[in-house]
């Protein structure tokens, strides 16, 4: 309870249009408060519409919101911004409570009138892929419904010794056991030619990552899947 503070900023009311919506939170490399913002665009018409986060890589920023050409036309777009331009997964330059910030843009986007809180997706690119498995194990299942990520399995500190494992206080040190909620529709696309995160599995950009395969199985059995691999 004592790692980090945080605030929304904006108080919603009515329909959610385009905008960046801001939270405030503190930590240990923000003492002073840091703003977290996300950049919003909403299709036309009175809705409710669905909502899909989008999630940068490394280095990234909220420009992934102009990606995927027309796909999401017909949803409410948000893109996060992550600190120094990175999602506290294990080693990124980012110690930032990205768990709880991704919570509270939740809560406040699911407080708008036009927003279908039933129909809440995240996608994840490279390491917004790996925050997405982050979100899939630590989020209540009220808050999101469906997630996909494009190039990042699970790290082997989130699955091992057949548990899934978090931090409660919220940081990355990932030595909790815990129960992800079921019930989500996941997709996970990795390439079995990436030079920098190993389809199946060991060292890569300052991490361990399982099998691609396997890490998507483990997904599969924690949202009710009782086959084989």
Known sequence: ???????????PQGNLN???LSIEQTWSQEPNGFERTADVIVPVGSGPHP???MLHGNGGDSGLIQSMGTTLNNAIRVA???????????????????????RELINLLRSYDNVDAGRISIFGSSNGSGMTNRLLIEL????????AGRVSQM????????????????DNSYNEPIVPASGRRILMISGDSDPL???TGGNGVGTTFMDAQESIYRLAQAMG????Q
């Open 1 to 11: 309870q004592g790692f980090y503070r945080i605030e929304t900023v904006q108080t």
């Open 18 to 20: 385009n905008t960046t």
């Open 51 to 53: 909502v899909v986060i």
């Open 80 to 102: 996060p911004n992550g600190y120094l331009k990175s999602w506290n997964v294990d080693n990124e330059a980012s110690k930032a409570p990205d768990v709880a910030f991704i």
């Open 140 to 147: 209540d299942g009220a808050a999101f419904q469906r997630g």
């Open 155 to 170: 790290i082997t500190k989130m699955y091992h010794d057949g548990s899934f494992w978090y931090n409660s206080n919220g």
């Open 197 to 199: 995160i190993p389809y």
């Open 225 to 228: 899947e009782t086959g084989t």
